[in-house]
């Protein structure tokens, strides 16, 4: 099924001239930070496994993040657009299993893709952010990162390290230009939660619980998440950095 970004779109030029790299942005909060970039006059390179939902203004770029040499030659596939100053750390998978039912090779995964590919396009990108005197990332986190979720153990983990990245990047380069923040979402209505669903014995119930967890009513939407996202990349958020932006309908409020 074709997944496409939800509406509406704040059209705008204020990223007109920014070259932005955006990680799993083949569904969900990617394909969302995606669609508003272009919309605000970003040139975008969208990379993911898959990019067929991708829409067609963007440079599509196939990569597992990883792996450390597919990361490199997607960036080097891309170095001919010129230098990228945006980056967007949102590929990310989910585990729903406690510490002792977690099994390691999950775990690594888990760690593989959310940490490890955070770290390789942070470190293959910094430098060209560097040369330049200026750079923005945003990482997706999570609100899970932050407070235990029952049977999130390897993605609790994770996400927690994600935000300790952050804040350790933009404090090691707040005087070179960097900044970096994390958006920390809540439960999104996005294809990863409708799998889970999918998976479930009853999905109606499970829906409704993780519902009922927010106290706002309802699941967040992709475009939520993306929208904060490109607030903390755009020149608004000038004077943020080392921030992770909780949008969670009141998860971490109770």
Known sequence: MTVVADQPLIVSNDFAGRRALVTGAGSGIGLSITAQL?????????????????????????????????????????????????????????????????????WDRVFDVNVRGTYLFCKHLLPSMLTQGFGVIVNTASV???????????????????IALTKQIAVQYAGQGIRCNSVCPGTVDSPWVGRLLDEADDPVARREQLVGRQPLGR????????????????????????????????????
Do not use: W
């Open 38 to 106: 272009l919309a605000r006059g970003a040139e975008v390179v969208a990379a993911d496994l898959r990019t067929e939902d991708v829409p067609g203004e963007a440079v599509r770029v196939n990569v597992d993040v990883s792996d450390e040499a597919q990361v490199r030659r997607a960036i080097d596939e891309v170095r001919h657009l010129g230098p990228i100053d945006t980056l967007f750390n949102n590929a990310g998978i989910g585990s729903t299993k406690s510490v002792v039912n977690v099994e390691a090779d999950e």
């Open 144 to 162: 899970a990162g932050m407070i235990g979720l029952p049977d999130r153990a390897a993605y609790c983990a994770s996400k927690g390290a994600v």
């Open 219 to 254: 699941l967040g939407l992709p475009r939520e998440i993306a929208e904060a996202a490109v607030y903390l990349a755009s020149d608004a958020a000038a004077f943020i950095t080392g921030t992770d932006l909780i949008i969670d309908g009141g998860i971490t409020a109770g």
